[in-house]
């Protein structure tokens, strides 16, 4: 009777086996692309965020700059209205000396420098009141980029740690890249609604 052809099923078991292992690992590894992908976008988010929020300051503090600039004009006019104001007094006090009567416009003069000065000191102070208020505004927003910068940080570290666990199919390092990413997102969401 002729042999009948040997299956060697132990071939076979063995490949079937590797095909398993290997259809699991494909499974982690989808599992760890994808939220690899996601961690990565929500990074992109949060950069964009981050990058927007530190350029409204930079605009808030070069405003606030500006504004010092005219506050600090305002000061130099306000002492120039101080200077003619002790000139007309000094002129006053040399008619005075001399025995005359000074014309009635130097009180005139004196009193618009005086009125002046306090009309420029009322400008200057409200620049710095503005100047005060936009640097604290940009304060703010600086703290702000920050948590968007710090979150960008953690989900970078994630992504990168997911990349480990994908090259090495080590199931604990990608928990701590989720972890770790999940952080960053929530530091993300409190950071936007804040």
Same mark, same amino acid.
């Given at each position: +009777?002729?042999?009948?052809?040997?299956?060697?099923?132990?071939? /076979?078991?063995?490949?079937?086996?590797?095909?398993?292992?290997?259809?699991?690992?494909?499974?982690?590894?989808?599992?760890? #692309?994808?939220? $690899?992908?996601?961690? @990565?976008?929500?990074?992109?988010?949060? @950069?964009?965020?981050?990058?927007? $929020? /530190?350029?409204?300051?930079?605009?808030?503090?070069?405003?606030?700059?500006?504004?010092?600039?005219?506050? =600090?004009?305002?000061?130099?006019?306000?002492? #120039?209205?101080?200077?003619?104001?002790?000139?007309?007094?000094?002129?006053?006090?040399?008619?005075?000396?001399?025995?005359?009567?000074?014309? #009635?416009?130097?009180?005139?003069?004196? @009193?618009?420098? #005086?009125?002046?000065?306090?009309?420029?000191?009322?400008?200057?102070?409200?620049?710095?009141?503005?100047?005060?208020?936009? =640097?604290?505004?940009?304060?703010?927003?600086?703290?702000?980029?920050?948590?968007?910068?710090?979150?960008?940080?953690? +989900?970078?570290?994630?992504?990168?740690?997911?990349? /480990?666990?994908?090259?090495?199919?080590?199931?604990?390092?990608?928990?701590?890249?989720?972890?770790?990413?999940? /952080?960053?997102?929530? +530091?993300?969401?409190?950071?936007?609604?804040?």
């Amino acid at each position: +009777m002729p042999e009948e052809p040997e299956v060697e099923t132990e071939r /076979v078991r063995e490949g079937i086996a590797d095909r398993l292992e290997h259809g699991g690992a494909d499974r982690l590894l989808r599992v760890i #692309a994808l939220s $690899t992908a996601l961690l @990565a976008a929500c990074a992109a988010l949060a @950069a964009l965020q981050s990058g927007a $929020t /530190v350029n409204h300051a930079l605009v808030l503090k070069a405003e606030a700059t500006r504004l010092q600039a005219e506050a =600090s004009d305002q000061w130099a006019y306000y002492q #120039a209205k101080g200077i003619k104001a002790a000139i007309q007094d000094a002129s006053r006090t040399a008619w005075l000396a001399a025995g005359k009567q000074p014309p #009635a416009t130097h009180d005139a003069e004196q @009193a618009r420098y #005086a009125k002046e000065q306090q009309d420029i000191k009322q400008a200057a102070e409200g620049k710095e009141r503005e100047r005060d208020a936009k =640097s604290a505004d940009a304060d703010r927003l600086l703290e702000r980029h920050h948590g968007f910068a710090n979150a960008v940080a953690l +989900m970078q570290v994630a992504i990168a740690l997911g990349a /480990v666990a994908a090259l090495t199919r080590v199931r604990p390092i990608w928990y701590g890249s989720v972890t770790i990413g999940a /952080v960053g997102v929530i +530091m993300f969401g409190l950071t936007l609604v804040r």
